[in-house]
């Protein structure tokens, strides 16, 4: 790495403390000076791959449905507590979020932890919740855009594997989910051992850790997640279609990525900034695509955003005229295909370069993303000085790496391809 290359790197540190709590949970507290707004993140392990078979949906229901009440409190008393502070919690498939003004941490964290003990899915609460979900699900599939998506993950992942399918479930699956399920699922999963606990903020790290030894002391501590080893269809090229009369067609295009830990991640960050990502000045396919032929205003394409535990995907979308699909495929396979064969000239790459460092360090500014770093780097076992490289690293990548990291991860010629709207033929 050249002297310029780390001068020209912003330095980001999130320094952490970690603490095993008596419940098995890990807590990171990083403590920022003067920080108005003080976010935790409570991770499950495990995710929507625990969902029951037939009922799809579950894992991300228990989260979102979380805060619906407890045994002691209902859902009006815990916002009661928290819309004063201007906080507020929220929940998903992987867990729980807050966020409250800095002096008011404790009480965020007393809520997080009766949630995770005691949330208790009132039956009449969750079946008027359900009831929106249903009607939610039932607009999405009759909606071209959501169900491409949906089919292109299918054609991505397969049907067996759960990253193939909506995290909150459809409308067939949804239907068959009770307030007793969010409930046993609760009580099964969100244990000690499976919990990951990061708080940001203006605190003092030694007394978080006391009080969340409080807060989360009722968490059992449970069995630890373990993931079995995952198999996904061959890369090559697969087709799918949702038709429905509309004036656009939306189109996926792509193929199986990689996890995040894959040594090729941060330069192929770098290609997603010349190829896809980013204003539209510092990529090909939105200045060709968009700009250029005018195929449409929205168009983007990425392989480093959705890589994990798990592979994630390379997928280009856009979202056109009918009469256009054929040039957009086309367009995509091109610069899929003179990326991975023509050196970047120096010039292009070091705007994209810089857009992505800047960016990235821009990121930081908020404490929730903070909290989601600190749980990321946990689950993935970075090193502690991980965060502190990583722009440096963004800086460092030559016209050589991009050439071959696109050579051997972008497969133009074997791309499953989703196409939803009106008819059209591929």
Not at 25 to 34: I, N, Q, Y
Not at 67 to 94: F, H, K, N, W
Not at 161 to 173: P, V
Request: charged share 25%; proline share 6%; glycine share 10%.
């Amino acid at each position: 790495m050249s002297a310029q290359s780390k001068a020209d790197a912003p330095r980001i540190e999130v320094e952490k403390e970690r603490f095993v709590l008596s419940c098995g949970a890990v807590l990171l507290v990083h403590r920022r000076p003067s920080s108005a707004v003080t976010a935790v993140r409570v991770h499950v392990r495990g995710g929507p791959g625990l969902d029951p078979a037939g009922k799809e949906g579950v894992v991300h229901l228990t989260g979102a449905f979380a805060d619906q009440g407890t045994s002691a409190r209902t859902d009006q008393d815990i916002a009661a507590l928290l819309e004063p502070e201007g906080g507020g919690v929220s929940g998903d498939a992987m867990g729980l979020s807050g966020a409250v003004a800095g002096t008011a941490w404790r009480v965020l964290m007393e809520v997080l932890g009766e949630l995770v003990t005691d949330a208790a899915y009132p039956d009449a609460l969750i079946e008027r919740q359900l009831e929106r979900m249903k009607t939610r699900l039932e607009v999405e599939a009759d909606d071209p855009r959501a169900q491409g998506g949906i089919l292109f993950k299918r054609l991505v992942y397969g049907d067996e594997h759960f990253l193939g399918r909506n995290t909150y479930g459809d409308l067939e699956t949804v239907s068959r989910i009770t307030a007793a399920d969010l409930r046993s699922h609760r009580a099964a999963n969100w244990c000690g051992s499976r919990l990951v606990i990061a708080v940001v903020g203006d605190v003092d790290p030694g007394e978080v850790r006391d009080h969340a030894e409080r807060a989360f002391g009722a968490v059992p501590l449970g069995s630890p997640h373990e993931r079995t080893k995952p198999s996904f269809p061959p890369i090559e090229r697969r087709t799918a279609a949702f038709e429905r009369d509309r004036q656009q067609v939306h189109v996926h295009l792509g193929h199986l990525g990689i996890q995040r830990a894959h040594p090729d991640y941060v330069p192929l960050a770098v290609m997603d900034h010349v190829l896809g990502t980013g204003p539209g000045f510092t990529n090909r396919i939105t200045r060709i695509l968009r700009d250029e032929l005018g195929l449409a205003y929205t168009v983007h394409a990425d392989i480093h955003g959705t890589a994990g535990k798990l592979p994630g995907m390379f997928r280009a979308y856009i979202g056109t005229s009918p009469e256009h699909v054929r040039t957009a495929v086309d367009g995509f396979v091109t610069e899929m295909r003179r990326i991975g064969e023509e050196p970047v000239p120096e010039e292009e790459l070091s705007v994209a370069k810089s857009y992505l460092v800047g960016s990235f360090a821009m990121g930081f500014e908020r404490a929730a993303r903070r909290a989601q770093y600190l749980v990321s780097a946990e689950i993935h076992g970075f090193p502690a000085d991980h965060l502190e490289r990583l722009p440096a690293e963004f800086a460092a990548v030559t016209v050589e790496d991009v050439l071959r990291v696109a050579a051997e991860h972008l497969h133009p010629d074997a791309c499953a391809i989703a196409v939803s709207g009106p008819a059209v033929a591929l």
